[in-house]
Protein backbone atom coordinates (compact mmCIF):
# COMPACT_ATOMS: atom_id res chain seq x y z
CA UNK A 1 0.00 0.00 0.00
CA UNK A 2 1.50 3.45 -1.31
CA UNK A 3 0.33 6.52 1.00
CA UNK A 4 0.91 9.75 0.02
CA UNK A 5 -0.73 12.68 2.29
CA UNK A 6 1.06 15.86 1.41
CA UNK A 7 -0.16 19.35 0.05
CA UNK A 8 2.17 19.31 -3.12
CA UNK A 9 2.98 22.32 -5.16
CA UNK A 10 4.15 22.51 -8.52
CA UNK A 11 7.94 23.33 -7.87
CA UNK A 12 9.69 25.68 -10.88
CA UNK A 13 12.53 24.32 -12.79
CA UNK A 14 16.32 24.76 -11.21
CA UNK A 15 18.91 25.29 -13.18
CA UNK A 16 21.65 24.36 -11.19
CA UNK A 17 23.15 20.80 -11.78
CA UNK A 18 22.77 19.81 -8.19
CA UNK A 19 18.82 21.88 -7.44
CA UNK A 20 16.63 20.63 -5.53
CA UNK A 21 13.11 22.23 -5.84
CA UNK A 22 11.41 24.64 -3.92
CA UNK A 23 8.34 22.98 -2.31
CA UNK A 24 5.65 24.30 0.13
CA UNK A 25 5.33 22.90 3.36
CA UNK A 26 2.61 21.37 4.86
CA UNK A 27 2.31 22.35 8.47
CA UNK A 28 2.26 19.72 11.10
CA UNK A 29 1.20 16.81 9.12
CA UNK A 30 2.04 13.70 10.89
CA UNK A 31 1.29 9.31 10.17
CA UNK A 32 1.27 7.59 13.42
CA UNK A 33 1.26 3.89 13.15
CA UNK A 34 0.18 2.42 16.52
CA UNK A 35 1.93 -0.06 18.39
CA UNK A 36 1.61 -2.02 21.27
CA UNK A 37 5.54 -1.67 22.15
CA UNK A 38 8.48 0.23 21.25
CA UNK A 39 12.24 0.15 21.53
CA UNK A 40 15.08 -0.47 24.53
CA UNK A 41 18.04 2.01 23.62
CA UNK A 42 21.51 0.37 24.94
CA UNK A 43 24.52 2.60 23.61
CA UNK A 44 24.42 3.86 20.14
CA UNK A 45 21.94 1.29 19.27
CA UNK A 46 18.33 0.86 18.87
CA UNK A 47 16.36 -2.10 18.86
CA UNK A 48 13.00 -1.80 17.97
CA UNK A 49 10.59 -3.36 19.89
CA UNK A 50 6.84 -5.42 19.32
CA UNK A 51 4.95 -3.01 17.13
CA UNK A 52 2.54 -3.43 14.03
CA UNK A 53 5.03 -1.30 11.84
CA UNK A 54 7.95 -3.14 13.52
CA UNK A 55 9.44 0.11 13.52
CA UNK A 56 11.44 1.86 16.08
CA UNK A 57 9.54 4.74 17.13
CA UNK A 58 10.45 8.47 16.97
CA UNK A 59 10.89 9.11 20.34
CA UNK A 60 12.91 7.79 23.62
CA UNK A 61 15.34 7.88 26.44
CA UNK A 62 18.84 9.26 24.72
CA UNK A 63 17.36 10.44 21.83
CA UNK A 64 17.31 7.08 20.21
CA UNK A 65 14.30 5.27 18.59
CA UNK A 66 11.60 3.92 20.52
CA UNK A 67 9.96 3.38 23.64
CA UNK A 68 7.79 6.29 24.38
CA UNK A 69 5.49 4.19 26.77
CA UNK A 70 4.63 2.27 23.31
CA UNK A 71 3.47 5.66 21.98
CA UNK A 72 3.45 4.16 18.76
CA UNK A 73 5.09 4.37 15.64
CA UNK A 74 5.83 7.36 13.29
CA UNK A 75 6.89 7.52 9.78
CA UNK A 76 6.44 10.34 7.42
CA UNK A 77 3.30 10.15 5.09
CA UNK A 78 5.07 8.74 2.05
CA UNK A 79 5.26 5.34 0.90
CA UNK A 80 7.22 3.79 -2.42
CA UNK A 81 8.37 0.14 -3.05
CA UNK A 82 8.97 1.77 -6.33
CA UNK A 83 6.96 -1.26 -8.64
CA UNK A 84 5.28 0.66 -10.85
CA UNK A 85 6.77 0.58 -14.69
CA UNK A 86 7.36 4.04 -14.30
CA UNK A 87 8.40 6.64 -11.92
CA UNK A 88 5.28 8.19 -10.03
CA UNK A 89 4.94 11.90 -10.74
CA UNK A 90 2.36 12.39 -8.20
CA UNK A 91 5.08 11.57 -5.57
CA UNK A 92 8.80 12.59 -7.89
CA UNK A 93 10.00 14.87 -9.79
CA UNK A 94 13.19 14.17 -11.89
CA UNK A 95 15.53 17.18 -11.61
CA UNK A 96 18.48 18.30 -14.13
CA UNK A 97 19.67 14.77 -15.31
CA UNK A 98 23.00 15.04 -17.13
CA UNK A 99 24.89 11.88 -18.68
CA UNK A 100 22.92 9.71 -16.69
CA UNK A 101 19.88 7.16 -16.63
CA UNK A 102 16.96 7.37 -14.11
CA UNK A 103 13.84 5.27 -13.87
CA UNK A 104 12.60 1.84 -12.19
CA UNK A 105 13.91 -1.49 -12.76
CA UNK A 106 12.77 -4.89 -11.15
CA UNK A 107 11.34 -3.17 -8.18
CA UNK A 108 14.09 -0.25 -7.21
CA UNK A 109 14.47 3.49 -8.25
CA UNK A 110 17.64 3.76 -10.16
CA UNK A 111 20.77 6.06 -11.07
CA UNK A 112 22.72 4.99 -13.75
CA UNK A 113 25.31 7.41 -14.51
CA UNK A 114 26.48 7.13 -17.95
CA UNK A 115 30.22 5.54 -18.59
CA UNK A 116 33.09 7.22 -18.81
CA UNK A 117 31.78 10.46 -18.87
CA UNK A 118 32.06 13.41 -16.22
CA UNK A 119 30.29 15.17 -14.79
CA UNK A 120 26.95 12.74 -14.91
CA UNK A 121 24.55 13.77 -12.13
CA UNK A 122 20.72 13.56 -11.23
CA UNK A 123 18.49 13.59 -8.68
CA UNK A 124 14.64 12.45 -8.09
CA UNK A 125 12.78 14.74 -5.68
CA UNK A 126 9.90 14.41 -3.47
CA UNK A 127 6.87 17.05 -5.00
CA UNK A 128 5.49 17.07 -2.00
CA UNK A 129 7.37 18.61 1.53
CA UNK A 130 7.30 16.55 4.68
CA UNK A 131 7.37 17.15 8.14
CA UNK A 132 9.86 14.64 10.16
CA UNK A 133 9.09 16.37 13.49
CA UNK A 134 9.27 13.80 16.06
CA UNK A 135 9.33 11.28 12.58
CA UNK A 136 11.14 9.91 10.15
CA UNK A 137 12.27 8.39 7.26
CA UNK A 138 13.69 5.52 6.08
CA UNK A 139 15.41 3.67 2.92
CA UNK A 140 16.81 0.79 1.67
CA UNK A 141 20.35 1.13 0.29
CA UNK A 142 19.91 -1.95 -2.25
CA UNK A 143 23.45 -1.21 -4.41
CA UNK A 144 25.72 2.38 -4.60
CA UNK A 145 28.01 3.29 -7.71
CA UNK A 146 31.91 2.40 -7.58
CA UNK A 147 34.28 3.38 -6.13
CA UNK A 148 37.41 3.38 -8.86
CA UNK A 149 36.33 6.99 -9.57
CA UNK A 150 35.19 10.00 -7.97
CA UNK A 151 31.65 8.51 -7.96
CA UNK A 152 28.67 9.43 -5.20
CA UNK A 153 25.37 7.87 -3.98
CA UNK A 154 23.33 10.21 -1.79
CA UNK A 155 20.26 9.83 0.20
CA UNK A 156 18.61 13.09 2.16
CA UNK A 157 16.61 15.78 2.95
CA UNK A 158 16.61 19.61 1.53
CA UNK A 159 15.23 22.86 1.50
CA UNK A 160 14.46 24.63 -1.90
CA UNK A 161 17.55 23.66 -3.18
CA UNK A 162 20.95 21.03 -2.90
CA UNK A 163 22.65 24.21 -0.92
CA UNK A 164 20.20 23.61 2.25
CA UNK A 165 20.31 19.73 2.96
CA UNK A 166 21.54 16.98 5.45
CA UNK A 167 22.26 13.71 3.62
CA UNK A 168 23.93 10.19 3.71
CA UNK A 169 26.75 10.06 0.85
CA UNK A 170 28.56 7.61 -0.21
CA UNK A 171 32.28 8.12 -1.74
CA UNK A 172 35.46 6.43 -2.22
CA UNK A 173 34.11 3.85 0.29
CA UNK A 174 33.34 5.99 2.96
CA UNK A 175 29.44 6.57 4.33
CA UNK A 176 29.44 10.28 5.09
CA UNK A 177 26.79 12.23 7.42
CA UNK A 178 26.61 15.76 5.44
CA UNK A 179 25.01 18.86 6.86
CA UNK A 180 25.10 22.07 3.55
CA UNK A 181 24.15 25.52 4.42
CA UNK A 182 24.26 27.95 1.91
CA UNK A 183 26.46 25.56 -0.20
CA UNK A 184 28.74 25.54 2.48
CA UNK A 185 29.79 21.62 4.39
CA UNK A 186 29.26 22.82 7.54
CA UNK A 187 28.94 19.62 9.27
CA UNK A 188 30.83 16.21 8.25
CA UNK A 189 31.03 12.61 9.64
CA UNK A 190 32.01 9.26 7.92
CA UNK A 191 32.74 5.63 8.70
CA UNK A 192 33.42 3.16 6.28
CA UNK A 193 30.93 1.94 4.33
CA UNK A 194 29.45 -1.71 5.04
CA UNK A 195 26.74 -2.58 2.59
CA UNK A 196 25.50 -5.50 4.85
CA UNK A 197 25.58 -3.15 8.12
CA UNK A 198 24.56 -0.12 6.45
CA UNK A 199 21.73 -1.48 4.25
CA UNK A 200 18.90 0.61 5.88
CA UNK A 201 19.47 4.46 6.04
CA UNK A 202 17.32 6.90 8.50
CA UNK A 203 16.98 10.00 8.81
CA UNK A 204 14.79 11.30 12.26
CA UNK A 205 14.31 13.63 14.25
CA UNK A 206 13.56 13.82 17.77
CA UNK A 207 14.03 16.53 20.24
CA UNK A 208 14.88 19.10 18.15
CA UNK A 209 17.86 16.60 16.60
CA UNK A 210 18.31 15.32 13.47
CA UNK A 211 19.76 11.45 13.69
CA UNK A 212 21.49 9.49 11.16
CA UNK A 213 21.46 6.17 11.26
CA UNK A 214 22.14 2.98 9.70
CA UNK A 215 20.81 -0.72 10.29
CA UNK A 216 21.03 -4.00 8.60
CA UNK A 217 17.40 -5.16 8.78
CA UNK A 218 15.48 -1.61 9.55
CA UNK A 219 15.25 -3.19 13.28
CA UNK A 220 18.13 -2.52 15.03
CA UNK A 221 19.30 1.18 14.48
CA UNK A 222 23.20 1.94 15.06
CA UNK A 223 23.48 5.91 15.25
CA UNK A 224 26.07 7.18 12.89
CA UNK A 225 25.96 10.83 13.53
CA UNK A 226 23.24 13.73 15.68
CA UNK A 227 23.44 17.47 14.90
CA UNK A 228 20.93 20.34 15.71
CA UNK A 229 17.60 19.84 13.86
CA UNK A 230 17.55 22.27 10.65
CA UNK A 231 14.57 24.58 10.57
CA UNK A 232 13.11 22.83 7.54
CA UNK A 233 12.71 19.28 8.89
CA UNK A 234 9.53 20.51 9.13
CA UNK A 235 8.72 21.17 4.83
CA UNK A 236 11.51 18.41 4.08
CA UNK A 237 11.73 17.52 0.33
CA UNK A 238 13.05 13.91 0.18
CA UNK A 239 16.01 13.60 -2.08
CA UNK A 240 18.19 10.97 -4.00
CA UNK A 241 21.09 11.65 -5.91
CA UNK A 242 23.98 9.97 -7.39
CA UNK A 243 26.71 10.68 -9.88
CA UNK A 244 30.85 11.17 -11.28
CA UNK A 245 32.47 14.08 -10.59
CA UNK A 246 35.84 14.70 -11.46
CA UNK A 247 37.57 11.19 -12.16
CA UNK A 248 35.16 9.00 -14.53
CA UNK A 249 34.67 5.55 -14.06
CA UNK A 250 34.53 3.26 -16.75
CA UNK A 251 31.79 1.44 -15.21
CA UNK A 252 30.10 3.36 -12.20
CA UNK A 253 26.98 1.16 -11.66
CA UNK A 254 24.48 2.67 -10.67
CA UNK A 255 22.77 3.35 -7.74
CA UNK A 256 19.55 1.83 -6.72
CA UNK A 257 17.11 2.46 -3.74
CA UNK A 258 13.91 0.67 -2.53
CA UNK A 259 10.95 0.19 0.25
CA UNK A 260 11.23 4.29 1.27
CA UNK A 261 9.22 4.14 4.52
CA UNK A 262 8.12 0.14 3.78
CA UNK A 263 10.72 -1.31 6.64
CA UNK A 264 10.15 -5.25 6.73
Not at 203 to 232: G, K, M
Not at 247 to 256: K, L, N
Request: charged share 15%.
Amino acid sequence: MRVAWSLPVLCPAVAALLGCHLVSGVGDLEFVRPGAGGATTSGSTSTAGSSAGGFAGASGAGGQAGGGGGAGDCLIPIEDDFEDATIDPGLWSVGSPQNIDIGLLSGRLYLAPTPSLTPAWGEVLSVGAYDLTHCAVVVELAAVLTHDGDQMTTFGICEGTWENGASFSIRYGMLQSRMFVGSTQTEFDETTYDPSEHKWLRLREADSTLYFETSPDAQSWTEQYQTTAPAYVTYATIRFAAGTFGVASVDPGRAEFDNLDMPP
